[in-house]
């Protein structure tokens, strides 16, 4: 891979790196985030497995108490029927972070520190582990667009824009131990391989297809759904029949390879589930589910609480290239808007529809390679228009104000309709209060 294919990447991933080694670091508001919430679970299986070697996690619990107090609030131990203690979270993250874990540990052991897997070492490498892979993201996501639309500065400037002017890019620099954008990463790649197995077939994309998936599943399982999106990446309907008819024919083994990949992929889930349990699989979430009888949908979508568009004028921007896309291609249209309501109505039945905030809509970001297809259309349609692009730049610009509002605790993750537009021009602290969100609203009263 020649280097000047990486460039655009590699420079905004160096600044990025910078930005959040100089600005972020070291900061009460890091500390307390860098791992955090269901955060906790996603990365204690590192220490649980390579430092205190303790399945139950009793010991890792004890430590990240002792280690990061007051910032540690473990909240992903549960109990089953039969007394056994397991993380209710999955371990893709972990499996992806462990070569900066691994990173971490051993400067720690040449330092001679005492290693708990819980210093700075291992925070701040970690969070250089969700960097590259939202890098890398950006980069299979470029590569998809490119093969879209065939127009490189046009894919470029379109994946620019959705890193930086989307909760992406506050995900990674506030959130660094969720799994979104792991995610966006995995999401990207397995879009730029169906992209390439629709065009040129071979076997190889097919088995790497199935281990992504299998990695896509295990990072977070209701990304499977993914696969809906297929019709929606081939991009027509003669290239979706020839998918099929392909991927279907025994004799070339690309389904059984896939197949294989896939279960190797996900396989240490089961393989800790067991560990854990003694159950291969375990529904980890008790007491959480679907409401499918009333899906929040348009909360989802165009609510102020956490609305994806709402909150991120770049992407309701965007729509207007909705308009190039039935010019050009009815049928991806079908596709992306059967595709964007279907993952609206399955986010807005999960019971606690707002995802607790973490601003703008989390759940959405692996999906942002997706959504992405409208403001490609849109730039590769908008000439000379200074105006459209002086707007979208300007949106980029209030996503980081926000992320700034939000690091200096100025504003809540979630809004109401009036909370929302008062808050904009916000910089004082002490009208912090004036925007605290109702805690007496569901789904944050259950």
Known sequence: MKARKVLPEFIAGAIFTLFICTVFWNTEHSNKYMVYSDGH???????ALFIQQDISFVSTDRIEREVRKPWAHPNYLMTDSKGNNYNKCHPGVALLQMPFFMIALAIDSIGGAELTGYSNTFMYIYQLGAIFYSILGLFFLRKYLELVCGNKRIA?????FIFFGTNLFFMVMHRPSYTHHFSFSLFAIFAYLVKLYSLHGRRSHAWYLGGILGLISLVRPVNIIILLAIPLITGNGQA?????????????LHLMGGILAFSLAISPLFILNYAQTGSLIIWSYQGEGFNFSSPEIREELFGFRNGVYMHTPLLMLSLIGLYYMYKANRFLLVSWLSYVLFLAFLLGSWWSWDFSGCYGNRAVIEHLVFLSL??????????????????????????????YQLHNGLIPERHTSTTFFKSIFCLEAMRAREFEFPSDLPPSDR
């Open 156 to 160: 470029i400037i379109t994946s620019l």
């Open 374 to 403: 409208p403001l490609l259309f849109l730039l590769l349609n908008l000439g000379k228009s200074k105006l459209l692009f002086g707007l979208l730049c300007l949106s980029t610009l209030f996503m980081w104000s926000r992320s």
């Open 41 to 47: 679970g996603f990365y204690a299986f590192l220490p």
């Open 240 to 252: 979706l029949k020839a998918l099929f008819a392909r991927i279907l024919t025994i004799k070339n």
